[in-house]
């Protein structure tokens, strides 16, 4: 499985022994799958390659067994191209943390300042005639790993097939108290309010199949923090099952709390895996949880 994880820079050195004699181009297509030809190329051009340690441009370049090609620090994005974290894009895929207090996507209030409209303008500033398009959605107040295809044919594959691609999906969350049990999952029906509030009932008409696992990881202060995966992606349902267990998120009035330590929703979007639905690759998506999550036990 590869694995990507928010970090502050550019991507770090990876080298790749040659095995056998071949040419530069075709070996960097061969080890680099995340990139597309055009990616490549582009790394080329900026001297970002290495065959044993020196820098080349030259695509044609031969190679023998016993020599490295290394992909130099790539930079990250140049400044102002996106307000937050890059985790990961390639042909089919782009990848982000989303801070919170951002919208995925827009509502009837907000209509330009959303993750949706920053990563379009990143990539249409790589080439007009880009776009991209929605997976899934992160709640307002939620930060972390936000996925969404470059293409029409990903986004369907991705969303057809979900429940088969998605692998796990973790998030950190600071909640009120301490849980009865130091480790265990919560399953339930939750049915939607008219006024878009969930709560758990009875299995019938509207409701929809929740479970929710979780660990605690470390309390004080009157808090705890739990490491949650969830089984299902019903809206709200972490928020809701913390609620219910007696817990709920701090920041999180709309749900039963009564603090707010750090002025925003205590939930993180930390880890997201899947298999990639054009090469069948196991990729998992990784954004450090926020330092604000540990002050509130200080």
Partial sequence: MTDHTSRSGGHPPRSFPVEH???????????????????????????????????????????????????????APRSGALPFPLLYEDEHLIVVNKPAKLLSVANEKEKVRTAYRAVTDYVKSQHIGNRIYVVHRLDRDTSGVLLFARDPRTKELLQSRWNELVLYRGYQAVVEGRPPKDRDSIRSFL????????????????????????????????????????????????????????????????????????????????????????????????????????????
């Fill in 21 to 75: 004699d071949t040419l530069l181009l075709p070996f960097l297509l061969t080890v680099l799958k995340d990139k597309s030809r055009n990616n490549v190329k582009s790394l080329l051009s900026r001297k970002l390659i290495a065959v044993d340690g020196r820098p080349t441009s030259q695509f044609d370049t031969p190679l023998a067994p016993g020599q490295v090609v290394s992909v130099l620090s790539e930079p």
């Fill in 191 to 298: 049915v939607e309010t008219r006024t878009h509030l969930s709560f758990s009932g009875q299995p019938g008409p509207g409701a929809r199949e929740a479970i929710t696992n979780y660990e605690v990881k470390r309390t004080g202060n009157g808090y705890s923090l739990l490491d949650i995966s969830i089984d299902t992606g019903r809206k709200n349902q972490i928020r809701v099952h913390m609620k219910e267990l007696g817990c709920p998120v701090a920041g999180d009035k709309q749900y039963g709390a009564s603090t707010n330590p750090i002025g925003r929703l205590c939930l993180h979007a930390g880890q997201l895996a899947f298999r990639h639905p054009l090469t069948g690759e196991e990729v998992r998506f990784t954004a450090k949880m926020p330092r604000d999550f540990n002050r509130v036990f200080r």
